[in-house]
């Protein structure tokens, strides 16, 4: 109870701040996107997980205005990178509680249209377990994705009816979960999961994204299965804004 409380009113005191990790080309290490993850201090808790504190938010409802406070200030900080020749897609997390909006379509293209920030710079990642009531949920998703934004199916691999979900859902990135890419240690069962994954992404026309690399082999096995895109410790911790500049730059 006590950390709800320490919640409420935490966005008007100015406690939160998005940290960004990079996604990259794994084949050339390019940076291409970079994810927006939240991050808490609490003057009387120090520094709070999100894996602490979203699910509380989840509950109390707060992580509707904390959410539409991460997406703003993602869409305008991809429009200061943009302006200082940095051309990015931003990716920013839509918990469960936010997809059951109504006015969640609106809020994602109401913060394009105040920020100046084009669709095609913004990527939306859901999880499965996001489709509660998949109609709805299906609705604002097909809006959002008319107006240009791609849809990112989050921890993929993990939800329980994940393949139901892919041919009905409109999607255009499939986040392969950390737990298939820590498996990969060069044997076929190990690979097995991801390889299907990437597969099923080459039939169904999407992108991949690999979560979670943390050693040279693994980002060597994903670009043997064909997997395009990466985004772990190996690369890049998330970092504050001001530290993207610099990873974004040219690797060649
Ligand atoms: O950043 P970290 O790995 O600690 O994140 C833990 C969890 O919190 C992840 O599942 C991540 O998706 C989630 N998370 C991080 N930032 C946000 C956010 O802005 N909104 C939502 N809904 N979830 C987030
Ligand atoms: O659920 P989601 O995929 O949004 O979670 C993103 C979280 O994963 C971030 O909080 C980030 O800190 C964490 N993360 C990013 N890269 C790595 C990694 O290489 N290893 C581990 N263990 N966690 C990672
Ligand atoms: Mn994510
Ligand atoms: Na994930």
């Known amino acids: 109870a006590a950390l709800a409380e320490a919640l409420e009113g935490a ?24 994810e927006a993850l939240l991050r808490w201090h609490s003057p009387l808790h120090g520094d709070v997980s999100p894996g602490r504190f979203i699910p509380v938010a989840e509950r109390s409802g707060d992580i509707v205005a904390i959410g539409q406070w991460v997406l703003e200030q993602a869409c305008r900080q991809a429009v200061a ?5 940095i051309d990015l ?13 109504p006015s969640l379509a609106r809020d994602v293209l109401g913060a394009l249209d105040r920020t100046g920030l ?71 069962e ?27 082999m693994q980002a060597r096995e994903l670009i043997n299965l064909g997997s395009q895109r990466g985004q772990g410790f190996l690369f890049s911790r998330p970092v504050p804004a001001d530290r993207i500049p610099e990873l974004a730059a040219d690797v060649t």
């Open 190 to 216: 190990g690979s097995a999961i991801a390889e299907a994954i990437v597969r099923l992404a080459q039939i169904l026309r999407l992108t991949t994204v690999a979560e979670g690399i943390e050693e040279e």
């Open 118 to 188: 084009p669709a095609i710079n913004l990527v939306v990642e859901v999880t499965e377990s996001a489709m509660v009531n998949e109609a709805v949920e299906i609705a604002a998703l097909r809006t959002i994705r008319a107006a240009g934004v791609r849809i990112a199916i989050d921890d993929f691999g993990t939800g329980y009816s994940s393949l139901q979900y892919l041919t009905r859902l409109p999607v255009d990135i499939l986040k392969i979960d950390r737990s298939f890419v820590a498996q990969l240690d060069g044997t076929a």
């Open 81 to 85: 990178w943009r302006a200082a020749g």
């Open 89 to 101: 897609t931003v990716t920013v997390n839509v918990s469960p509680r936010q997809l059951q909006e």
């Open 11 to 34: 966005l008007q005191r100015d406690e939160f701040t998005v940290l960004y990790q990079p996604i990259v080309e794994l084949a050339t290490r390019r940076v291409v996107a970079v």
